[in-house]
């Protein structure tokens, strides 16, 4: 069974750039059936998509965060990977990464990684 | 882009059935499938119904789902406290080329 998990600082200054990375086990990133997502919780408020890539490194954007967001793929590691520049306090959410299976829904999730932007 | 309209809170007590509706912006949901999840503080969320009624193995057939016009619904039969949760649809906006969320309904057993 395929297995997510988050990893990077808990803990970002305002302006910087967040990153974090999403070691894949039980699967593979190289795999033609599946995307690859990134999606967040703010507190107290509801999911939001960033974005998704797949093995090619074809990505989807959400135009909310398409400025600034980068995603990237590492299949020699079986991960991958999340940039989000220019940060504010509004970023701070629990960020999860989530496979997503070719028909359209997610259906293997991380438990998520909570990122506090703060000086 | 799609807007999915959820209500904001459920309740009802064990045993009793719950639904949760899901309204969209476009018509049919683009043709697309609206997905349900579940989600507990500190836990991965989970899968409930995919592909307008299908639930994953593991998942208990309390849960159902389905979907017509721009309109889906989860229920949720024979309520037990367990079942107090978020739960979430989403579905894919061709439009925007991309995922959009409901707002989430957090459910309440009494």
């Known amino acids: 069974q395929v297995q997510l998990q988050e990893s990077g600082p808990g803990l970002v200054k305002p302006s910087q750039t967040l990153s974090l990375t999403c070691n894949v086990s039980?699967?593979?990133?190289?795999?033609?059936?599946?995307?690859w997502s990134w999606i967040r919780q703010p507190a107290g408020k509801g999911l939001e998509w960033i974005g998704r890539i797949y093995m090619s490194g074809a990505t989807n954007y959400s135009p909310s965060f398409e400025s600034r967001v980068t995603l990237s793929v590492d299949t020699s590691n079986n991960q991958f990977s999340l940039q989000l520049s220019s940060v504010t306090a509004a970023d701070t959410a629990v960020y999860y990464c989530?496979?997503?299976?070719?028909?359209?829904?997610?259906?293997?999730w991380g438990r998520g990684t909570l990122v506090t932007v703060s000086s | 882009q799609s807007v999915l309209t959820q209500p904001p809170s459920a309740s009802g007590t064990p045993g009793q059935r719950v639904t949760i509706s899901c309204s969209g912006s476009s018509s049919d949901f683009g043709g697309h499938a609206v997905s349900w999840y579940q989600l507990f503080p500190g836990m991965a969320p989970k899968l409930l119904i995919y592909s307008f009624h299908l639930r994953p193995a593991g998942v208990i057939d309390r849960f159902s789902g389905s979907q017509s016009g721009s309109s889906a619904s989860l229920v949720i039969s024979g309520l037990r406290s367990e079942d107090e949760a978020d739960y979430y649809c989403a579905v894919w906006d061709d439009t925007m080329k991309g995922w959009v969320f409901g707002g989430g309904t957090k459910l309440t057993v009494l």
């Open positions: 989530a496979r997503e299976s070719i028909g359209w829904f997610w259906d293997s």
């Open positions: 039980g699967g593979s990133v190289s795999s033609g059936s599946h995307y």
